[in-house]
């Protein structure tokens, strides 16, 4: 899922549906830990009973 950090209230719903779908079919969310549609997909996931693996790039 490609994301973006500001979202509407309804793509954040749908981000937070289609992370909850993904683990439910026994796969990983990994997320940046960053704010908007990453961290309604994060509360998707978690939500569902599902594994987030959170990552920190830096240079």
Do not use: F, Q
């Amino acid at each position: 899922m490609l994301v973006v950090m500001s979202a509407y209230s309804d793509g954040l719903e749908i981000a937070r549906r289609i992370a909850g779908y993904v683990v439910s079919k026994g796969n990983v969310v990994i997320n940046g830990l960053a704010l908007g549609i990453y961290a309604a997909a994060h509360e998707g996931a978690l939500a569902a009973g599902g594994v987030v693996v959170n990552s920190i790039w830096g240079n």
